[in-house]
C-alpha cells in the first residue's frame, strides 16, 4: 500500500493567474520519493510540485491514481529501412500514437546511415521525416554504417556539436563495424562529448552456427534462438567493455538478454569502465519457447538477440534491480505478419529470411507497471527511475523524465487498479498484431500529457501531426571520467 510523504503543510500557496493546468491530491512520484500534493503547469512546463494551488484555468483530480513522469524510450526503429531492405511499420505518425497511448511521452529513434550516404544527409532525412509526422518529442542515435564516405569527420563532429549526443553501432549483420572502425568511432566519440551505443553480438559465432542450421533444414522459426547462440552476446559485451575501458569512452550496451551478459556487464563497472546497459521487456517476460508455434506463427516473436532461459529473466530483473542494468527500452521494431513485412520472402521462408523485431513502444510501460508497482519489484519510485529518469539522464534528456520544477509538464496519471487483458490486435500502430495477446496487467496511464498539452484522455487519442519537438542534447551525464587513456598516454 502506497504511503506517500505528504507536502504542503506549511507552505505557501501558489497563487498564479497564468496556471495551465492543475493535477491535484495524486501520489506524485518524484526524485525523492513518492509524495501528496498538487503539480501546476504554466507555458508547458512544472512550476510547482507538492505545494497546494489556487486556480488555474484546468483542475483534474487525480485523487486515488499515481502521478508519474511521461515514458522516455531511448530505443525505437520508427520510419527505418532495415539491413534486408524493408520498411518497417511504422511512420513517426503511427508509432507516436502508440508510444503516447502507452504512457511515452519522449523517444530517442534512429537516424540510421545508408551505405555510401554522408551523416549530415542522413540526418537531415529523418528530421523531415519526424517533423511531418511525430507528435511526442524525439531525438535521434545516429546510427553509423559507412566510416569511409566523404566528410565522415566533419559531419560527425558537427551533428554531436549541434546536440545529436549518441551514436550507434553494430558487431553484427551486413553493417557492422570491424574493431579498428569501433575504435575509431569510440575515440572521436570521445574527442566529441557522445554517447555509443551498441548492439553487441559476435558476427561470426552467428554466421557458423546460422550456415549450420540452413545446411540442415532447420529454418524455422522456432531455429531462430539456435541461430544466434547466446555466446555471440556475451563475447561481444565482453569485448565492447573492454573498448570502452581502454579509451574511457561510454559505452551503452543496448537489449542484453543472457545472465552471462549482465555478469560481464556488472564486472565491468566494479573495475570502473564507462558502461552502461539496459533490457526490453520480452527478455524479461518472454522465453525462447514463445518462438514454438505452428508454421510460420513463431515468426511474429522473432527478435535480436532472441528470448532466452527462465534463468536468464531472473539474473536480468537482479541486474536491473542492483543499478547494473540502468534501464528498460522497448526495442520497438514494428513489422508486419503479412507480405509486406515478416512475410515479404514468401510462406516457405526460413528463419534467416525474415524480419527480426516486434512492437512495443505501447506495451512498455504497462507490462513494466504491472511487475514493478502492480507485483512489488521495486515500486512506483523504482518504475519511474527505469522507464523515465535513468534513460532522460543518461541520453542528456535535460527536460525530460522527472516530475520536478522546471522540467516539461510530461506527465502520466496511472490508475493503479484497472486491469486490462491484451488482445489480438489492440495496439495504436500499424503492425497489426499484439505480440502481448492475452496477457493482463494491473496498472494503466488513464491521462497522458506532454508540455502541458493533453494527448490521452478517456482511451481517447488528442495529438497532431508534427506537433512534436525535436529535443536538444547539449552535454550527457555519461561523459568521462577525465583519466588519460591507454591511447592518449603513449
Not at 532461459?309 to 508486419?336: F, I, M, N
Request: aromatic residues 6%; glycine residues 10%.
Amino acid at each position: 500500500m502506497l504511503r506517500p510523504k505528504r507536502c504542503g503543510g506549511g507552505k505557501q500557496e501558489v497563487m498564479a493567474p497564468e496556471i495551465d493546468l492543475v493535477i491535484h491530491d495524486g501520489h506524485v512520484v518524484t526524485p525523492d520519493g513518492v509524495i501528496e500534493g498538487d503539480i501546476a503547469i504554466a507555458g508547458g512546463r512544472i512550476i510547482s510540485v507538492g505545494k497546494p494551488v489556487s486556480g488555474g484555468a484546468r483542475r483534474i483530480s487525480a485523487r486515488g491514481k499515481l502521478v508519474m513522469p511521461g515514458g522516455v524510450d531511448p530505443h525505437a526503429h520508427i520510419e527505418q529501412m532495415s539491413g534486408m531492405g524493408q520498411w518497417n511499420a511504422d511512420t513517426f505518425e503511427t508509432a507516436a500514437r502508440s508510444a503516447a497511448m502507452g504512457g511515452t511521452t519522449s523517444v530517442i529513434s534512429f537516424a540510421a546511415q545508408a551505405s555510401g550516404q554522408s551523416l549530415a544527409d542522413t540526418v537531415e532525412d529523418y528530421a523531415k521525416r519526424a517533423a511531418r509526422g511525430a507528435m511526442i518529442d524525439y531525438a535521434f542515435h545516429i546510427t553509423v554504417t559507412d566510416v569511409s564516405v566523404a566528410g565522415f569527420d566533419r559531419d560527425l563532429e558537427t551533428l554531436i556539436r549541434t546536440g545529436h549526443r549518441s551514436l550507434k553501432v553494430f558487431t553484427t549483420y551486413n553493417i557492422q563495424l570491424d574493431d579498428r572502425a569501433l575504435l575509431d568511432v569510440l575515440t572521436k566519440a570521445r574527442r566529441h562529448g557522445a554517447l555509443v551505443c551498441v548492439h553487441a553480438e559476435n558476427d561470426a559465432i552467428i554466421s557458423q552456427a546460422r550456415d549450420a542450421l540452413i545446411a540442415s533444414g532447420q529454418i524455422s522459426p522456432r531455429d531462430h534462438a539456435r541461430a544466434r547462440p547466446r555466446m555471440a552476446e556475451i563475447e561481444a559485451v565482453e569485448r565492447m567493455c573492454r573498448f570502452a575501458e581502454y579509451l574511457d569512452q561510454p559505452v551503452m550496451l543496448f537489449h542484453i538478454s543472457t545472465s552471462e551478459g549482465a555478469a560481464a556487464i556488472r564486472t565491468a563497472r566494479k573495475r570502473g569502465a564507462p558502461v552502461w546497459a539496459e533490457t526490453c521487456p520480452h527478455y524479461l517476460f518472454m522465453t525462447e519457447d514463445v518462438l514454438v508455434k505452428p508454421g510460420l506463427e513463431g515468426a511474429k516473436w522473432m527478435c535480436s538477440p532472441p528470448q532466452r532461459r527462465p534463468a536468464d529473466q531472473e539474473a536480468l530483473w537482479a541486474a536491473l534491480l542492483d543499478g547494473t542494468l540502468s534501464l528498460v527500452s522497448s526495442d520497438h521494431a514494428p513489422y508486419r505478419f503479412d507480405e509486406t513485412g515478416k512475410l515479404s520472402a514468401g510462406p516457405d521462408a526460413g528463419f534467416h529470411q525474415i524480419a527480426n523485431g516486434l512492437p512495443g513502444l505501447e506495451t512498455r510501460l504497462p507490462l513494466m507497471f504491472d511487475a514493478i508497482v502492480s507485483r512489488g519489484r521495486g515500486g512506483p519510485e523504482a518504475f519511474a527511475r527505469l522507464t523515465s529518469e535513468s534513460p532522460a539522464r543518461l541520453y542528456g534528456l535535460e527536460r525530460k523524465g522527472a516530475l520536478a520544477e522546471r522540467m516539461d509538464a510530461d506527465i502520466v496519471i496511472w490508475n493503479p487498479e484497472k486491469t486490462v487483458t491484451y488482445g489480438a490486435d489492440d495496439l495504436h500502430d500499424n503492425v497489426g498484431y499484439n505480440p502481448w495477446e492475452g496477457t493482463t496487467v494491473t496498472g494503466w496511464p488513464e491521462r497522458v500529457f506532454l508540455r502541458g498539452q493533453c494527448l490521452v484522455e478517456d482511451g481517447a487519442f488528442h495529438g497532431q501531426p508534427g506537433s512534436g519537438r525535436w529535443i536538444d542534447r547539449p552535454v550527457l551525464a555519461t561523459r568521462p571520467r577525465g583519466m588519460a587513456s591507454e591511447v592518449e598516454a603513449r
